[in-house]
Each structure stands twice: as structure tokens, then as C-alpha cells.
């Protein structure tokens, strides 16, 4: 795997590029094959990358649409049909917003007349914009924790989900780095196991402690004390600040208000989508149900089960106590806040 240069101290803790353009294809860490294989997919054309994002070989809302703005890009190089490819690309996956973001951007700077070359230009700016505004959640966020506190996260918010660094991971990276952070916990993340899977290997990688919990252990984590956060990701949230992240972040949210945890959203400018008024109006994402009947490809609930396998909720602001951008901190985040930092609502 690539080691890719750093500011010190944090160097230590950001060495994973899990989305890499090679000039003619773009290459992508398959993360559904992780812990215990680094293997990499090449994706030469629009449509394999769509395929790639689907089946969550590249997966998390940054890095999503990084991956499809470098779709866009192969479709330009090909002479593909650019508007097909950016609707194949658009149609992956319907949650995060950061898909629908970076291909409005790279169909703006299509429309205005740019080459493949341009295109590229383009889309290494909002891979390396994703990074910079990463590490300027992680300080600001960090920096909200008080020294020798205890945090729990869910799914995967790190290096794999975005440019690098990640975002909540990127706060739990710095927050360690500063001392803020003593303790830190992650959910395994039913059923596709990227707490478990994901987020465990970036974190022993980097020389960072952590202790695994299944996801039904949160509320005894929570009431033992050893937990003053709960810091996760986003992958769309809403001109008022409710926010749509992966399946079981909700009722993190409410066990923390029980418990006097506070609450933590991290996520980049490209993940608010001040053109959807509320939670109702996010498109949550529902995937095959044998994800659920199994674990690890092992069958193990007995055949003729049914089931139903929503991968992403919304918590309501409410329940939020601080959300991190790159513009800054907002403290409970509603539609007024939100709209003095984003501004009037944009299309996606
Ligand atoms: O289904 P996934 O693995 O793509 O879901 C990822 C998440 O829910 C993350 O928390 C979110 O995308 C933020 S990643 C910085």
C-alpha cells in the first residue's frame, strides 16, 4: 500500500489512499475483501465504476463521489457519452449526497466546455479539497474533547470512506494525537461489518487503541461511564441538521441523550444538502435483505426467512449536539444555523 507524506505528528496516523487515479483508470482498494486481503480493483471506464460503488468496493459518501468524479473523467478520456455516464454514475447509490455533488460539479465544468484534461483537473480538486477539509474537522473537532475522554463510533468514517484522514475518524486521529482522546470504542456495524472490518484495521494500523463492541452493547458502553462522545459521520444531511448516516446512528443519538453523552456529527460541506428541507426528504437506501441472513457469506437464519435491511437512518438535529464542517462548529444544529453557514439551497 501507498505511504503518502504528512504533516507531523498526525504523519503517523494517515497512510491509506484507498482511491488512486493512475491516468488511465482509477484504482480502488476493494474493501469488501479487508481486513485480511489488500486487494485492488482497476476500474477503466464509467459503468465499472458505477458497478464499484454499488457493490461497495468503494464505499463511504466522500469517497463515493471522489470515485465518481473520476468516472466522469474516464467517460471524457473513452469518448463515452458523458451524460449517460454521469446518470449510470448517479443512479449507484441514492443516500449520500456527495455522489450527487461531485457529479453536479463535474457536469458543470463539462457544460462550460472542459476537456478530459480539465476534467481530471477537476476531479483531483475535489479529492484533494475532501483531504484538506478533513484535516481541519479533525483539529476543530479534536479540539472540542477534553483530555482523557472516552469516544465511541460507528461504521467507517476514515482513510477508506473518504480522500484520507477521514472525518469522524479524522476528529478520533487528531483526538488521539492531542491526548484529548483516551478511549476509543467502535460499533461492528450489522451487517456489512465496517466498524468490525473497516474501521478496527484502519485504527491498529495506526498504532490507535481500540476496543470492538457489538452494536447492542452501545447503551451498557454509554451507562458504564466509560464514553463522554459518540462521533460519527454523515452521509446527507438536511437544511435543518437532521442527518441521514449508517443503519443504527439513530439510536446511538437517543442512547446518548439518555445518558448524557454528547453527540457528535462530522462530515464536509459536499455531505449538507440545503435543497432538502428534512430528514423526511432523504432517499434512505435499502439493500438486498440476504445481506442480513448471513454473516461473513455464512449463512445463519434458517431458509425461507425474510428480512428487511435498510443500511442508513436519520437522526433527528435534535438529538444532535454539535456538528463539525470544515466551515467550523455549529452547537445544535437547525435550520437557522445551517442556513448562516450554507447559505440559500443548491440543486443536486
Ligand atoms: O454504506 P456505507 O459503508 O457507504 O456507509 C458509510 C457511512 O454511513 C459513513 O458513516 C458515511 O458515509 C460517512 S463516511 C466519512
Not at 470515485?67 to 474516464?74: I, N, Q, R, Y
Not at 483516551?182 to 476496543?211: K, N, S, Y
Amino acid at each position: 500500500m501507498k505511504h503518502v507524506e504528512s504533516t507531523p505528528p498526525l504523519a503517523a496516523h494517515d497512510n491509506i489512499r484507498a482511491v488512486q487515479w493512475v491516468g488511465d483508470r482509477l484504482r480502488l482498494l476493494d474493501q469488501r475483501k479487508l481486513p485480511f486481503e489488500e486487494a485492488w480493483i482497476d476500474c477503466r471506464n464509467a459503468n465499472e465504476v458505477a458497478q464499484s460503488i454499488r457493490d461497495l468496493v468503494v464505499r463511504g459518501a466522500p469517497a463515493i463521489g471522489i470515485a465518481a468524479a473520476w468516472g466522469v473523467v474516464l467517460a471524457a478520456q473513452r469518448g463515452d457519452d458523458l451524460d449517460d455516464a454521469l446518470a449510470a454514475l448517479r443512479a449507484a447509490r441514492p443516500t449520500a449526497v456527495n455522489l450527487m455533488a461531485a457529479l453536479d460539479r463535474m457536469r458543470a465544468c463539462a457544460d462550460a466546455g472542459a476537456d478530459a484534461t480539465v476534467l481530471a483537473r477537476e476531479a483531483q480538486a475535489i479529492q484533494d479539497e475532501d483531504l484538506a477539509a478533513n484535516r481541519a474537522m479533525g483539529a476543530m473537532g479534536a479540539a472540542l474533547i477534553s483530555p482523557g475522554s472516552g469516544v465511541l463510533t460507528h461504521c467507517n468514517t476514515g482513510s477508506l470512506a473518504t480522500s484520507g484522514f477521514g472525518t469522524a475518524l479524522g476528529v478520533i486521529r487528531a483526538g488521539y494525537t492531542s491526548g484529548n482522546i483516551a478511549r476509543v470504542f467502535a460499533g461492528e456495524t450489522r451487517p456489512w461489518l465496517q466498524g468490525a472490518r473497516l474501521t478496527m484495521w484502519e485504527l491498529q494500523r495506526d498504532r490507535i487503541p481500540a476496543t470492538l463492541i457489538a452494536d447492542s452493547a452501545a447503551s451498557h458502553l454509554m451507562k458504564s461511564g466509560e464514553v463522554q462522545w459518540v462521533i460519527v459521520g454523515a452521509d446527507r444531511i438536511a437544511a435543518n441538521g437532521d442527518t441521514a448516516n449508517k443503519i443504527g446512528t439513530y439510536q446511538l443519538a437517543i442512547a446518548a441523550r439518555h445518558h448524557g453523552v454528547t453527540f457528535m456529527v462530522v462530515a464536509p460541506a459536499t455531505t449538507v444538502d440545503m435543497a432538502t428541507s428534512s430528514g423526511e426528504g432523504i432517499d434512505i437506501e435499502l439493500r438486498d435483505p440476504t445481506e442480513l441472513l448471513g454473516c461473513a457469506g455464512q449463512r445463519v437464519v434458517a431458509n425461507g426467512a425474510q428480512a428487511w435491511n435498510p443500511v442508513f437512518d436519520v437522526t433527528p438535529h435534535e438529538l444532535i449536539d454539535v456538528l463539525v464542517t470544515e466551515r467550523g462548529v455549529i452547537t445544535q444544529p437547525d435550520a437557522t444555523s445551517l442556513r448562516a453557514v450554507f447559505g440559500k439551497p443548491g440543486a443536486h
